[in-house]
């Protein structure tokens, strides 16, 4: 299995600036596919922004231009840097990584436990 931490989130005023961070940790695996979404109160789930083995960048329209995806794969880490942050940014985010063994063709995918941002007005 692999075992994701995430940090960074906090509160901060619109206008500011956080930047996430995730570590994935475990034996035996390769990380394919990177990925931040976030969940608002009564709302759900959306993906924020990916970035595959490649480097290639995606991010939804709301976030394009403000928001920065980018991963170390030395330290299997991927990074969200959030700049301009928006009170409609407000929400918990999530960490999800695409990965598999060496080995074998399986793909599987593991969750961050989750970190609030929180943008005032």
């Known amino acids: 299995q692999v075992h994701l931490v995430e940090s960074g989130g906090g509160l901060v005023q619109a206008g500011g600036s956080l930047r996430l961070s995730c570590v994935a940790s475990g034996s035996d695996f390769r990380i394919n596919a990177m990925a931040w979404y976030r969940q608002a109160a009564g709302k759900e789930r959306e993906l924020v922004a990916a970035?595959?083995?490649?480097?290639?960048?995606s991010y939804v329209d709301s976030v394009k231009g403000r928001f920065t995806v980018s991963r170390d794969i030395a330290k299997n880490t991927v990074y969200l840097q959030m700049n301009s942050l928006k009170p409609e940014d407000t929400a918990v985010y999530y960490c999800?990584?695409?990965?598999?063994?060496?080995?074998?063709?399986?793909?599987?995918?593991?969750w961050g436990q989750g970190t609030q941002v929180t943008v005032s007005s």
């Open positions: 970035i595959s083995t490649r480097g290639t960048t």
């Open positions: 999800n990584v695409d990965w598999s063994r060496p080995y074998s063709p399986l793909n599987f995918k593991s």
